[in-house]
């Protein structure tokens, strides 16, 4: 199963870097937001010490991890749901590995060009703007926001994954597929820190999933309380866990009405 | 489960509901109101053994259930009611020991990534079954060979023809060297030449390995040529199982053709048509009326008769157009 993990992930590569124009242009057109957003938050920063409680720096960081963390983490894999509903899902399971498995294996091979692309240009964009990005405040909170992060590229799929599997059921998508992506856009902290929010919405947020995706991983790289890192590391984990419990019962049910279209 | 039996089906059915839509402005407010869905039984309590090594064709005119009854056997559907077991598993259980005793070759759809050379994306099949690098070259090599695709491997799979793009379908389908092998429509779209080459191949892989093979192919002439048992499925249920020289004699018919009377003498009524090409009466006649026939065309001054068993087309459309047959060969 390793050397078929390793191989799925080689040749995914491979696939994602063929088209090296495509890559190029992708990633450009990623950077534009950015140096905008750089621009931006320059301007707004002018005679104010902090927004919220966050700096200029903190939240110019804050922005950065949150781009760096949309190439990375999955946020509507939509050749899912395209599958079931076309019967392409028909060649994934006469064969043993799972294909859920499968597809997040080819996810984090397209997730890793595009940080090592898309990461390295926007690293020469905060060079050409000193002093904006910050490192953390420690080692440990580098690290503890890596975690966090590979946790959210976890919990991203399988939420994205749980509302694909829908098309066991609906020929179409869009509505759901909408939902999602308006939750996830409005409440994971991609568009403003969640600290943003008013104090008692930003309390409920922060028990539901879609924080986690991108708002704690930034907040644990930018320095939190133990008590806090524990609890949002708490909550995440119970997520992944109540998620991929709610995965493995849809796809079992899903195959049961599974039309398999197509010759 | 019999030892030497490879797929038992008993009472299987399918059944779905497809949405009704409705035409015109009055059904579109009407289907949303109140959509409607009708029932389709695409299999109804179907039956019959394979025996181990056994190469057997479904046909079936469109909507007859072959490919169905193929999902089915292959893991992806599940059934509404009744039993199968293949290689003494069930399959839409898709257990591992399952999915590696069985191949699966979609005329219509790609199992190989496109981006990837033919090697590579044959690889890539072969590690999802674990095998060794030293098992699966030896096996690469094996099947390169005797599909003549060693000059191909190193082409993306994009670049391959239809024909070329099938051959490595099929090498991946087998790679892992299943004891059953499902195809489904396997020659749809290929010239003469490759359909010979795939028959060629698939009936060597049946002989040297013992492959247990089934099929479904609207070309007569692929089960003609490999399947020496055909089950005949019409609207979800079978209507013939057997070999193909019962099927034709379990058809009631014979081609007879008359030479030596005229075309002003009527034999329209026995059945039979005027030729002007050949300037004989020929046409099918049921077996038990050729004695009367008979007597009648030596009477009338016949030169000769010729009685033969019918082309397998017209007998199948016969079944199709007469709604089945109901024989047990």
Known sequence: MLRYVADVLKLQIRRSTLYRANLYFSAIAELIPLVGLLLYLGGAFRGVASINGYSDVELTTYYFLGFLLSGWVPTVWYEVGLNIRTGDLNTYLLRPPHYLVHFAVRQLAVSLVYVVIVGSLGILVCLAFPGRVTLPPNPGNLLLSLAAALMAFQLAYQLGCLAHLSAFWLDDLKGILSATYLLQTLLSGQVFPIDFLPSTLASVTKVLPFAYIYWFPARVYLGTTAAQQLQGFAVMGLWIIVTGLALRALWSKGLRVYHARGG | ?329
Not at chain 2, 65 to 91: E, Q
Not at chain 2, 145 to 156: E, F, G, K, S
Not at chain 2, 190 to 213: K, P, V
């Open chain 2, 1 to 329: 489960m019999v030892r030497d039996t490879a797929i038992v089906v008993s009472n299987l059915s399918k059944s779905y509901k497809v949405a009704i839509q409705r035409s015109g402005w009055a059904g579109i407010a009407r289907d949303f109101v109140n959509r409607q869905y009708r029932q389709v039984e695409a299999l109804r309590g179907i039956s019959f053994e394979v025996r181990k090594g056994e190469v057997v064709g479904l046909i079936g005119p469109n909507g007859a259930g072959k490919t169905t009854a193929l999902k089915i056997l292959s893991g992806l559907l599940h059934p509404t009611s009744g039993s199968a077991k293949v290689a003494g598993r069930v399959p839409w259980e898709r257990h591992r020991d399952f999915l590696c005793s069985i191949g699966m070759v979609m005329g219509q759809r790609s199992q190989l990534w496109w981006e990837l050379s033919a090697l590579d994306a044959v690889l890539l099949v072969a590690r999802a079954y674990g095998l060794t690098p030293k098992l699966v070259r030896k096996r690469i090599e094996e099947l390169a060979y005797i599909l003549a695709v060693q000059d191909l491997m190193t082409t993306p799979v994009r670049n391959l023809s239809l024909g070329e793009r099938m051959k490595f379908e099929l090498m991946a389908s087998l790679v892992h060297n299943p004891a059953i092998l499902f195809l489904d429509e396997p020659t749809l779209g290929l010239d003469l030449m490759a359909q010979r080459a795939l028959r060629g191949f698939l009936r060597s892989c049946n002989e040297q390995y013992g492959t247990t093979i089934v099929l479904t192919s609207h070309y007569l002439s692929d089960i003609q040529a490999l399947c020496p048992r055909a089950i005949i499925l019409h609207q979800g249920s079978i209507v013939f199982d057997g070999n193909l020289d019962a099927l034709r004699a379990a058809s009631q018919l014979k081609l007879v053709q008359v030479q030596g009377i005229p075309e002003y003498v009527d034999l329209n009524h026995w059945g039979l048509q005027w030729e002007a090409s050949t300037l004989c009466w020929k046409g099918a006649v049921d077996p038990s009326q050729l004695g009367t026939l008979l007597r009648t065309v030596i009477d009338l001054g016949m030169v000769s008769l010729t009685v033969e068993d019918p082309p397998l087309e017209d007998v199948i459309a016969k079944i199709y157009a007469e709604g089945g047959l109901k024989v047990h060969a």
